[in-house]
């Protein structure tokens, strides 16, 4: 296998200091380093990278997807609903998940669940087309 993980990700925000309060005080990553046209942040396993610049989120269903334990996930979606954050799409699929958009727009998802938990529901109720690999 060549790609072995993800190394970073990278958002661009208008305001960084109302964007690395949305990250750090909502979502709970932690501060690393900032400078005048950006900031890093981490959370286990997760190299955040916010980027001062014009953001121009996408308007299709691309999204990033943060795993949350079960016994935090009622919390944390209550903080990014009470704080007032977009909700973009109502969850249809296995597993709790909250869909919002950050401070710039880009779309977010809390979920519970991984990649086997989605295969196994899908043997239960499969996608239109659904096609398996071996």
Known sequence: MII???????????????????????????????????????SPGIWLCLSLGQAKPSRDYSHLAFSVNEGQFDHLKQQIVAAGYGIWQD????????????????????????????????KHNPYKGLTWYE
């Not at 072995?4 to 990278?10: E, P």
């Open 4 to 42: 072995s993980g993800i190394n970073h990700i990278t958002f661009s925000v208008k305001c960084l200091n109302i964007s690395l309060q949305f990250y750090s005080d909502v979502l709970g990553f932690k501060p690393e380093v900032r400078w005048d046209k950006g900031a890093y942040l981490s």
């Open 91 to 122: 969850n249809s699929s296995e597993g709790d998940s909250l869909y919002f958009l950050d401070p710039d727009g880009h779309k977010l998802e809390i979920h519970c669940g991984d990649l086997q938990q989605r295969l196994d529901s899908l």
